[in-house]
């Protein structure tokens, strides 16, 4: 999610060169979609990633006609989330299909901390499998990630810990209006140190989201059950990480 600036002459030019490039040269297989968002807060799973601070956040991708994709997406985080890293990075792969209204999206994700204290591993792999279903204005999806046992899950010296994240999404658009609404409710099973040791947590959202051109401004309502005191950041300034908070959001996309 990266924004570029682009000179009033050089756009004029671009603009007027498009429809002869566009007859001239055959339609690419492939797409390439990014973007930037500034974030109040970072929240992974209900718990922020941030100490409820702002996140800057950005993410470039790349998909075939086939379905098949890769692509990045990277954020800040406060240094007690992966043992002093101040950045997490996401790699992805994955085929995504849609069949009659039903579309299918499975791949594997790495998240990758760099800079985290030497001789600790927080790095991980997390296979994801999605499936959604549009009934005219409303889209229905539910989807689950698992992480197997790996040393960069572990919570503890001599711990290795799986993971696993369910979740079910109901949106709903208001016709003729680039407004949408997004309810949203999961359950971590097991425990990991992105949960703080936590273990069986559930988290729920609610979003709305308005497209005006390639910007999308979201407000969102996001909370945890887990109670006062039970989870917090190790920062200096010490929050409950898992506490009820409204999110504020920009984000632009090319």
């Known amino acids: 999610m990266r924004s570029i600036l682009v000179g009033s002459t050089i756009l004029a030019a671009a603009l007027l060169a498009a429809p002869v490039l566009a007859q001239d040269a055959p339609a690419s297989a492939f797409t390439v979609t990014g973007g930037a968002t500034l974030t109040s807060d970072y929240r992974f799973r209900g718990l922020s990633q941030t100490n409820t601070h702002f996140a800057v956040q950005g993410t470039i991708g790349v ?3 086939s379905g098949f994709y890769v692509g990045t997406w990277g954020s800040s ?12 990075i996401d790699l992805y792969a994955g085929y995504k299909k849609t069949f009659d209204g ?3 999206d499975g791949g594997l994700l790495y998240y990758f901390y760099p800079g985290n204290a030497k001789g600790t591993n927080t790095d ?4 994801y499998l999605n499936v959604s279903h549009t009934f005219g204005p409303i889209s229905a999806k539910a989807g689950m990630n698992y992480a197997w046992k790996q040393k960069g899950l572990s919570y503890g010296p001599n711990a290795k810990e799986d993971n696993l994240y369910t979740y079910g999404e109901l949106s709903g658009a208001i016709p003729g209006v680039p407004l949408t609404f997004t309810g ?3 359950e971590t099973w ?3 140190y992105l949960s703080g040791g936590l273990k069986n947590y559930t988290d729920w959202s609610l979003t709305a989201a308005y497209v005006w051109k390639n ?3 979201s407000v969102a309502y996001v909370d945890t059950d887990v109670k006062k005191g039970e989870i917090t950041s190790g920062s200096p ?3 409950n990480i898992g506490r009820a908070g409204v999110v504020g959001a920009i984000g632009i996309a090319f």
């Open 63 to 65: 998909s075939h006609e």
């Open 77 to 88: 985080v406060d240094d007690y989330v992966a043992a002093g890293s101040d950045q997490e």
């Open 102 to 104: 039903t579309t299918v």
């Open 124 to 127: 991980f792999f997390e296979p």
């Open 184 to 186: 949203h409710l999961g």
């Open 190 to 192: 097991g425990r990991s």
């Open 215 to 217: 910007l999308t401004l």
């Open 237 to 239: 300034v010490f929050r």
